[in-house]
């Protein structure tokens, strides 16, 4: 079982809709939770970093943290051609300062 | 305000040729990572350096090694290369807090014929 784990898509949406990303892990004690976002051909970006459980929220993005069922997840709001990318779940294991990255969603918001 | 900076861009090797992949970052961060990318496999680490002197295999070190030259530079070296080492390669460095947030180079596009 991969220790994290997302839906590999790809996800339509229309612009202007609210996309839903999702990614579960299997390490209990994860502490920390990332989502990156990956255009073609370039390096990850990090979009929303979120540490406890709830939701947070950044412009049109908002993280959402279970811990009790080891799910997060990433909404898009007003969502924009400019969005279409690979969106890559990362998380923090309960020990060390490494990451395990999910393989990634392709999202494709439609004009 | 170069941030992680990665060299060469591209490569092409022969089967059985040697290279070393350099990464330098600027952040004065403690921690830096090699990972490799291909495709539907997301991101997978070769090694890590938690702090300067030290390293760490990650979840797919074989055909590699690496040396933490000081706090700035944490080179990626295939000794021997293979076709199954074709791929994307990423330097990340983090400052080493609780945060764990990981900051990238832009990458290096290898393919070994």
């Known amino acids: 079982q991969k220790e994290v784990e997302q839906n590999s898509g790809p996800l339509s949406v229309p612009e202007g809709a609210i996309a839903s990303l999702n990614c579960t892990y299997s390490?209990?004690?994860?502490?920390?939770f990332f989502w990156y976002r990956q255009y073609s051909g370039k390096s990850p970006e990090l979009i929303m970093s979120?540490?406890?459980?709830g939701d947070k929220e950044d412009g049109r993005f908002t993280a959402q943290l279970n811990k009790a069922s080891q799910y997060v997840s990433l909404l898009i709001r007003d969502s924009q051609p400019s969005d279409s990318a690979t969106y890559l779940c990362?998380?923090?294991?309960?020990?060390?300062?490494?990451?395990?990255f999910g393989a990634g969603t392709i999202l494709r918001v439609k004009s | 305000n170069a941030g992680v900076t990665q060299t060469p861009k591209f490569q092409v090797l022969k089967t059985g040729q040697s290279m070393t992949l350099q990464c330098a970052q600027d952040?004065?961060?403690?921690?830096m990572y090699w990972y490799r990318q291909d495709p539907g496999m997301g991101l997978r680490l070769i090694y890590y350096?938690?702090?300067?002197?030290?390293?760490d295999k990650g979840e797919v070190p074989n055909g590699y090694n690496v040396s933490r030259l000081n706090k700035r530079e944490f080179s990626l070296r295939l000794e021997s290369a293979a076709p199954s080492q074709t791929s994307v390669y990423f330097c990340?460095?983090?400052?080493?807090?609780?945060?764990?947030?990981?900051?990238f180079g832009a990458g290096t596009r290898l393919s070994v014929l």
């Open positions: 979120i540490y406890s459980n």
């Open positions: 350096s938690a702090s300067e002197g030290t390293t």
């Open positions: 390490d209990r004690g994860s502490q920390s």
């Open positions: 952040m004065n961060h403690n921690s």
């Open positions: 990362a998380v923090n294991p309960e020990y060390g300062n490494k990451l395990v």
């Open positions: 990340a460095s983090n400052e080493g807090n609780s945060k764990n947030i990981q900051y």
